[in-house]
Nanobody, 126 residues
Framework: QVQLRESGGGLVQAGGSLTLSCAAS????????LGWFRQAPGKEREFVAA????????RHADSVKGRFTVSRDNGKNTLYLQMNSLKPEDTAVYFC???????????????????WGQGTQVTVSS
């Protein structure tokens, strides 16, 4: 089992940058595939990015490709999301998630992930 906690959210102007972190407990962090999702008010939770257990494979949603970068540091039990060129439509609560059940390198469905953090708010002003 793994416990996740996000940090790094906040208010930023359009065009700005933020880096989200997701700290995990447990010695088996490196066994989990990890993902970032976001949920805006009145909308469904949507996939943002995912990274494989060793970090060699990443996937980003088309809406963030070229602007966001997912990474992980297994030595620090931490997942990151570097967000550049932020837009008002990026405003949402951002969640990190972990999974070990699938054989997929970078699952994109929320239902594939067993463990979730509480989320961190990102607000981008125009």
């Amino acid at each position: 089992q793994v416990q996740l906690r996000e940090s790094g959210g906040g208010l930023v102007q359009a065009g700005g940058s933020l880096t989200l972190s997701c700290a995990a407990s447990g010695r088996t962090f490196r066994w989990y595939g990890l993902g970032w999702f976001r949920q805006a008010p009145g909308k469904e939770r949507e996939f943002v990015a995912a990274i494989s257990e060793r970090g060699g494979i990443t996937r980003h949603a088309d809406s963030v490709k070229g602007r966001f970068t997912v990474s992980r540091d297994n030595g620090k039990n931490t997942l990151y999301l570097q967000m550049n060129s932020l837009k008002p439509e990026d405003t949402a609560v951002y969640f990190c998630a972990a999974e070990m059940a699938t054989n997929l390198a970078t699952p994109v469905r929320a239902s594939d992930y067993e463990y979730w953090g509480q989320g961190t708010q990102v607000t981008v002003s125009s």
